[in-house]
């Protein structure tokens, strides 16, 4: 079974930095999509970054770039989001994301995942 475990959400203020971590276990491919994507009260499921596990070539949302950066540690089994300076309208609600196979493509979409982690809250305040 495949299971995607979060940590490192929490409140801080406008202009401060977070660290999410999102250990995935089940998963053996040698290569495949993760993501983070995050959903605010509302709103649809927003794809914020993704990666390949092995390949990297990161990408973005336009909202995010130059402030987020995903990345993992394969000998960890672990994917990661960097986040700074942040803003109130990035409070929401962030999920990690992944394929369960190679499929051959890598997108900020969230049908293209098959397993979700639980959610963690980041709360940034003015």
């Known amino acids: 079974q495949v299971h995607l475990m979060e940590s490192g959400g929490g409140s801080v203020q406008t202009g401060g930095s977070l660290r999410l971590s999102c250990v995935v276990s089940?998963?053996?491919?040698?290569?495949?999509?993760l993501g983070w994507f995050r959903q605010a009260p509302g709103k649809e499921r927003e794809g914020v970054a993704r990666i390949w596990s092995r390949g990297g070539h990161p990408a973005y949302t336009d909202s995010v770039k130059g402030r987020f950066t995903i990345s993992q540690d394969n000998a960890k089994n672990t994917l990661y989001l960097h986040m700074n300076r942040l803003k109130p309208e990035d409070s929401n609600v962030y999920y990690c994301a992944a394929q369960s196979r190679t499929y051959g493509f890598c997108i900020l979409s969230d049908w293209a995942y098959d397993y979700w982690g639980q959610g963690t809250q980041v709360t940034v305040s003015a």
């Open positions: 089940g998963v053996t491919t040698s290569s495949y999509c």
